[in-house]
Every structure is written in C-alpha cells, then in structure tokens.
C-alpha cells in the first residue's frame, strides 16, 4: 500500500486499533440509515498533493462511471492523494484547499453531497513547513486519537476525531534522547512522525533518528541501521519500552495510505522502506507484532529479497486477511530521479502471500501500473477485496475484484473522469 518525496504516482486491542482494521467490520450492523460508497480520484498526477474529487454515490459503482458529480463532489485544489477512515468517518492529512498538512475530516450529507470539515491544523504552521509529515495520526475511539505535529517533534498529540480538537500531548524528550544525543551527524528527531498505530492498549510511534536538516528530515536519511519504535500505553500515556526491527532503514512512509495492517486474528504487519537514500528500497521488509504481543516476531519476516534475490525493489504496502497478505512489487529494478520509474512506470504487480510459507502468487487479471503510492491500493467493501489497478497512460482506472480461491481479479468498474483512482469506501450515515 503508500514516495519519498515521491509524487502522488508514489506515492489504523481494543476496539479494532483504526480504519485499517475496519475493513472486516460491517459500518452498519444493524442495516438502519443510509449507505454511501465514496471515491476519491486524483486529477493531477504530477504533485504529490495534487487536487482531484471526492464523490458519494448510492450504490455500489459498475461499469464505467465519473467521479465529477455536478453540485456535489469535493472539488479539493490539493491534497487529494488518498484518505484513512475510522468507522464512519473519513479524514485526509492535508486539506482540500491548498494540501496544509494537518488532519482534515471529510463530511458526506444524506444527499451525496461531499465537504470539507473541521481541519486540525499545526500548532505552529510556520514551524512545521520545514518538516514533512504533521497530521500522521491514528483513532482509539471516537473521542480519542494520536497524531504528530512537526511544530513540537519531541512530543505525541492527542485530539478528539468527533470535536477534531486537540485534547493535549505527551512529552517524550527523554525518550528520544535515549540514544544518539551526542551524534553530530544526527540533525533532525522525532516521536510519531511517520508511524502510530494502536495494539491492546498500546500505542506504537517509531523514533525518528534523520541526518537532513530540510523538509525531508527522517525520510530516507536514517542515522541507525536498525528502526526503533516506543510502546505506549494508551490508557495513562506512559512510555513502557522500546522496540527495534533490526537492519532495515526506513518504516513505512507517511501518507494516506498508512503502510501497515492487522490481520484478522490480530496480527500487526508493518512495511519498511528499506536503506536506499531515494527510497529505492535494499533490505526492505514486512516484519510482524503477533496478537496480545508488543515485541517485533524475530520467528517471522517477510523480505524483498525473498522475492526476488537481487533485492532491487521494496515493499510499498501491505493488505493482511486471514493469514495471507496482498502486496504490491515492482517487476524490474527502481530506477529515482526525474526520469526515473519509481513514480510513473507501469512496473508494479499484485502478489499474494501466504503467511505461513512465504509464497508469492501474482494475481492475475489486473493489469501492471503505477505506484499506488498515497491511494489506497487494496480494501474491502461489502466483503468484497478490491485492487486498485490504474495505469500511466489511463487505459486501465478502476478497483478490481480478488478472488482469492483462483488467486484472479475482474474489473468491478472503471472510472472514466476526474483523475487516478485514490481511494474508495462504504460508509452508514445515520
């Protein structure tokens, strides 16, 4: 599933941690109010935030459709690169307007029609534009939430999704400042910036350790081999322990699409990013938290090189269900730069994993594109798994149905105006 700084084209136990385990999860149990199915499209592809639409539609979409429905769609400016949902809400972490990184929630009337809501944005806006990544954010409850904000680096936010206010923070200087304090080519640290996520009342936020002093500080510019993630308890707020995976560079990257998953049992898969300064990936790696665990499973890891040996690519996402996970892997080597094919090229294929004997099985059906980057490459709606397959030159622009039995997709439907597919949910409005 996510770059770095790629463009768009590269470009959340409780109560079932955050949108990304909610995909298993009926937003309407009990069949009372009104469903929506809401897709996002991204209509200019050359930004990492480029502007596109947000639109409602009554049923599940078929055949060929638009994503400009007049009067109603979001017409967003910026910041259309993808979106994170929790139950019944949807959020984005740049606003529509003009991509402000922050947290922006999106709002869908009875009548379809789409707006921009409440927006949280840095405590110091000035400050945070000289880093990427405010707005990272992961939902405990519908009146709990974490999130980073690049203005007070040191420290985790806590906000409040329904009000969108911020409710205080977490100070974690001390932390941080556990390792490398006194290394001069570290320039840049972190708490949150660029993973939260929520696990049996723990919240996991890896510490940032980045040699740059611009605004891409902690991508791709790892002081320590090995990535380190504290563990917090969510109820106090107080640090427990931290936790490393070891040699891998990079974790996950931020954007809309959050770049881990919980698999039905429980299960945390967390991608990373590997040890290439362009984010062209060299010992990337899918690791794993077991259910009711808080350490890394050193008896389990998914590497690239496992797919292929000259380990010349990366993982971008990760879609895990019944111990078996779908990922995205580009087909020959990445190449950066602005001609490069990390962010345009149609080299990235579907593979499905089983768990448990670490095969690749490419999906077939669904054509080769381009980095899913921020969209939301795999999700579930009304219990179906849909795969994003979009392609440079727009001949292929649609969500694809899996079959997991015959390891194919088919086309469930094809967007033919408003720009590349970003993301596409269900919601239950009441």
């Known amino acids: 599933m996510k770059n770095k700084k790629h463009t768009l084209l590269v470009l959340f136990a409780t109560s079932v941690f955050l949108g990304a385990c909610t995909k298993d999860k009926d937003p309407n149990p009990d069949g009372e109010g009104t469903s929506k199915y809401v897709l996002m499209t991204v209509a200019d592809r050359s930004q990492q935030n480029g502007g596109g639409y947000i639109s409602a539609f009554d049923e599940l979409p078929s055949g060929t459709i638009s994503n400009v429905v007049g009067g109603k769609s979001l017409t967003g400016n910026r910041g259309m690169a993808g979106w994170r949902t929790y139950e019944n809400w949807i959020f984005k972490m740049s606003r529509s307007s003009d991509a402000t990184q922050g947290i922006e929630k999106i709002e869908i009337a009875k009548d379809g029609t789409v707006t921009s809501g409440k927006f949280i944005s840095s405590k110091n806006p000035t400050e945070a534009a000289k880093r990427f990544g405010t707005g990272n954010f992961v939902i405990t409850s519908e009146t709990a939430g974490f999130y980073w904000d690049a203005a007070e680096p040191l420290k985790i936010q806590k906000f409040n999704p329904s009000t969108m206010e911020n409710t205080g923070s977490l100070d974690f200087a001390s932390v941080v400042n556990e390792r490398g304090e006194a290394e001069a080519e570290i320039n840049f640290r972190a708490i949150g910036q660029k993973f939260l996520a929520v696990k049996g009342g723990k919240l996991f936020a890896n510490i940032t350790y980045g040699k740059l002093a611009t605004t891409q500080a902690g991508f791709f510019d790892d002081f320590f081999p090995d990535i380190y993630i504290a563990v917090i308890d969510v109820a106090t707020g107080n640090y427990e322990k931290t936790i490393k995976i070891e040699d891998a560079g990079s974790i996950t990257y931020i954007n809309d699409n959050q770049m881990y998953d919980f698999d039905t049992n429980g299960d945390l898969y967390i991608v990373t990013q590997g040890k290439q300064p362009q984010g062209l990936g060299t010992k990337s790696k899918i690791v794993r938290i077991k259910a009711n665990q808080t350490d890394i499973d050193n008896t389990w890891t998914l590497n690239f090189s496992d797919f292929r040996s000259t380990d010349d690519g990366k993982f971008v996402g990760v879609f895990a269900k019944d111990s078996k996970l779908i990922v995205t892997l580009n087909t020959v080597p990445l190449v ?75 086309e469930l439907f094809k967007v033919n105006e408003g720009g590349a597919l970003s993301g596409f949910y269900k919601l239950q409005l009441n």
């Open 336 to 410: 950066g730069g602005p001609s490069g094919n990390i962010n345009s090229a149609d080299i990235w294929k579907f593979y499905a994993v089983d768990v448990a004997s670490k095969n690749f099985t490419e999906i077939t059906g669904i054509p080769v594109g381009i980095n899913p980057g921020a969209a939301m490459a795999v999700t579930e709606v009304d219990g179906k798994i849909l795969l994003r397959g979009a392609s440079n030159n727009g001949d292929a622009n649609g969500y694809y149905e899996y079959n997991a039995s015959s390891n194919t997709a088919t």
